[in-house]
């Protein structure tokens, strides 16, 4: 069956500007999670969501950062007024179920340039 | 706070050698320890999962193991070949989290 999709794949962005990064996660998984992951540096956790509802946020850098999943499936990560430090590899990956006994399985990321 | 850490950062080796990876973490509370590859411009690709009551993983030439109590896992690459050149980084969870501890990464390359 079909993965976890990230798009776009590639997004360059002018400093200020505001982006929107879509996940779709494989059908029926009830987990999504969002990463953020710098040039040589293992994925940091942004953000977990259990079906619609968002129940960790501590990963968020800063209140530019916004995510949602408002029908428990797509999720959409956005960033407000975009600046240098938020280049990086964002992932997406998605659960079967609630909890950290399973694994997850990643997307291939949307690459994100400020320039 | 939980620290993993990976040696080596970086290994280049020819290809049909044997290799060891090595994961090490700080916090021995672990629930469980997830090896990944990362392929150049590309998400994770889960390779083995263990579970904190368990001592190992197998999948195919792949070999996990765990010692939660020395804060170490191993994985061992039989008979390398050129089509496992890629970034190997190991997460481990807490007890009772879902949110993952992810190791910088070891990357390999296979030469011919």
């Known amino acids: 069956g079909a993965g976890v999709s990230q798009s776009p794949r590639y997004k360059v962005a002018k400093r200020g500007q505001d982006v929107a990064l879509r996940c779709d996660p494989i059908?029926?998984?009830?987990?999504l999670f969002w990463y953020q992951q710098a040039l040589g540096q293992g994925p940091e956790f942004l953000t977990y969501?259990?079906?619609?509802?968002?129940?960790?946020k501590s990963g968020l850098p800063s209140d530019r950062f916004f995510a949602e999943r408002p029908e428990g499936s797509v999720s959409t990560l956005k960033i407000q007024r975009t600046q240098q430090e938020d280049s990086a590899v964002y992932l997406c990956?998605?659960?079967?179920?609630?909890?950290?006994?399973?694994?997850?399985?990643f997307g291939p990321g949307t690459r994100l340039t400020v320039t | 706070k939980q620290e993993v850490t990976q040696i080596p950062a970086a290994l280049s080796v020819p290809e049909g050698e044997n290799l060891v990876l090595n994961c090490s973490f700080t916090?021995?509370?672990?629930?469980?320890l997830q090896w990944f590859r990362q392929d150049p411009g590309k998400g994770l690709t889960s390779l083995l999962l263990?579970?904190?009551?368990?001592r190992e993983q197998t999948s195919g030439r792949l070999n996990a193991s765990l010692d939660k109590s020395s804060g170490r896992s191993t994985l061992y690459i039989a008979a390398s070949q050129p089509g496992d050149s890629a970034t190997y980084l190991c997460?481990?969870?807490?007890?009772?989290?879902?949110?993952?501890?992810f190791g910088r990464g070891t990357s390999l390359i296979v030469h011919p």
């Open positions: 990956a998605s659960s079967p179920i609630a909890g950290a006994s399973y694994e997850q399985y």
């Open positions: 059908s029926g998984h009830v987990s």
């Open positions: 969501f259990q079906n619609e509802a968002q129940l960790d």
């Open positions: 916090d021995s509370a672990i629930y469980n």
């Open positions: 263990i579970q904190s009551s368990q």
């Open positions: 997460a481990v969870r807490q007890g009772g989290s879902y949110i993952p501890t």
